[in-house]
């Protein structure tokens, strides 16, 4: 689809009829974005529970809770918690799950960033429907990292996620246990994610032709199901495993006071060695591993985390809103108001205590051992493309169950480049099953520091072109790669490939 045929989609010139409430918002956009309640900060931050088990179950229920306000909403939970336990596992050890279904809509359980036989991957067609099981058993063979796990079943990701699904699946291993980072309280999960909270509190998914198209936005940010938390620390180093599990907002983290953290890992474990930063922009489906030293903090301080929205990375949306080009188009843009700019304070850190800490940082944190892009056997164009009043797809095809659309022999090492030609402003974080990758460039601009660690998921700006690079090792059977904005994946921006 050309760019002026979509333009003319939206409405832009045509006196259009589908996207009209959206063009009535234009005047009352709330620009500021995210809503935060006026008893922030009052709230101690929860951490997931931990499984620390090779046998156990998990048991998709759905329930209801009070997030904020006073109406509860309808949420699903794993074992009864929201977010859903911390699986935290040794490299090495075999994993027996039984995934129990007690929601009213099929699900099934995939282990993002894991490399696991087909039948353990989650793939949509194992989907189970209400009320039964589904068992796995794997082993972990992979380097210590921050994975994760979330519900797949099609056409059904999106809202699951959305209510509660997901939780984190950390791997340890004896280096990266060598190199004594800051652990137990020192070491924070939080699993970051928009939701749309109406006036009373209550959690809302409503999914219609715009946000298929665009994905699902909400007005607030939540850190492990709670909005605007706080955490009392010390001054000593932290580690703080940052997972972006928004259905479909990009996020850049930074601190309140813009100090220098440090990013020690990626999707899939350790960097080679650890970078200064002061900011670092997350997909949905990324993950960062942090070090943080709070010695600079005195006790009474406190530093606020702080999200930014960047779906209008790339600079596109900013031409969009009429910077230097046609007005129409700006207009038109700004008044997609179901995507909020902004930013907020989405977590106080509270310094109480005074602490020595022993901890120095490690220059050298981990080999990646790469393969090199000329060994590669072949590479793929992976054409992310844009139908006609049916959304974002990937080369002009929708999901199909059984459909391979990639073949791959086993033991491959390939290029992926993913080339985005969806026309409107918009990021696609794009993930690969059954692999970890190394992202060897992007046309939009420089990788960032994690961006050079192992990856599973990428994002891929507007007009980008992204190339990685990947051996497919994993045991032969169907995969999926898609979309991570869980609502483009939902609306089939994804594809089967098969190792053979
Ligand atoms: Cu995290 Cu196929 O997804
Ligand atoms: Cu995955
Ligand atoms: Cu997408």
Redesign the pocket.
């Known amino acids: 689809m050309e760019r002026k045929e979509f333009l003319k989609y939206l409405g832009v010139g045509s006196g259009i009829v589908a996207f009209t409430p959206v063009l009535l918002a234009c005047n009352s956009e709330v620009k500021e974005g995210f809503v935060m309640p006026q008893n922030a900060f009052t709230q101690p931050l929860h951490f997931p529970e931990e499984i620390r088990a090779n046998d156990f179950d998990l048991v998709a229920e759905s329930t209801q809770k009070t997030l904020a306000g006073d109406a509860p909403s309808d949420i699903f939970t794993l074992n009864g918690a929201l977010p859903s336990p911390t699986i935290r596992i040794k490299r090495g050890q075999l994993l027996n799950i039984n995934f129990q279904n007690r929601i009213a809509q099929e699900s099934i359980l995939?282990w993002?960033?894991l490399i696991v036989p087909p039948a353990m991957d989650g793939h949509p067609k194992d989907a189970v429907p209400p009320g039964q099981n589904y068992n796995y058993h794997f082993d972990v063979d992979q380097r210590a990292g921050t994975y994760w796990y979330h519900p797949h079943p099609d056409q059904l990701t999106g809202p699951q996620v959305y209510r509660g699904l997901g939780g984190f699946f950390i791997v340890e291993d004896e280096e990266e246990q060598a190199l004594g980072l800051p652990s137990g309280g020192r070491e924070l999960p939080l699993i970051v994610q928009d939701k749309q909270l109406n006036r009373s509190g209550r959690l809302t998914y409503n999914v219609g032709r715009m946000e298929r198209m665009m994905g699902f936005f909400g007005n607030t940010l939540l850190v492990n199901g709670q909005r605007a938390p706080y955490h009392e620390l010390s001054t000593s180093w932290h580690r703080l495993r940052l997972l972006n599990g928004s259905n479909a907002r990009v996020l850049d983290f930074s601190f309140s006071d813009n100090s220098p953290f440090y990013v020690i890992g990626s999707d899939g474990g350790l960097l080679e060695q650890p970078h200064e930063i002061s900011s670092i922009r997350l997909a949905p489906g990324e993950r960062a591993d942090l070090l943080v030293d709070f010695s600079a903090y005195d006790t009474g301080d406190s530093v606020y985390m702080v999200a930014k929205a960047r779906n209008n990375s790339g600079g596109m949306m900013e031409r969009m809103h009429g910077r230097g080009t046609r007005r129409g188009r700006g207009r038109m843009m700004s008044g997609a108001k179901n995507i909020p700019e902004g930013q907020a304070k989405i977590l106080e850190f509270r310094i109480t205590k005074d602490e020595q800490d022993a901890f120095q940082l490690p220059q050298k944190l981990s080999e990646t051992s790469f393969p090199t892009p000329a060994d590669a056997d072949r590479s793929r164009r992976i054409n992310l493309t844009m139908e006609m009043m049916q959304g974002p797809a990937i080369d002009g095809k929708f999901f199909e169950m059984m459909r391979v659309d990639q073949k791959v022999p086993r033991g491959a090492l390939e290029v992926w480049e993913f080339t985005n030609n969806t026309m409107m402003p918009m990021p696609h974080p794009m993930?690969i099953?059954a692999t970890q990758f190394k992202v060897l460039e992007r046309s939009g601009g420089e990788l960032s520091p994690h961006e050079r660690g192992w990856k599973?998921t990428v994002l891929v700006g507007a007009d980008e072109t992204v190339r990685v690079l990947t051996k497919f090792d994993a045991p032969k059977g169907l995969y999926v790669f898609h979309c991570h904005n869980l609502e483009h994946e939902d609306n089939g921006m994804m594809a089967n490939f098969e190792i053979s």
């Open positions: 995939h993002h960033g993930h099953h599973d």
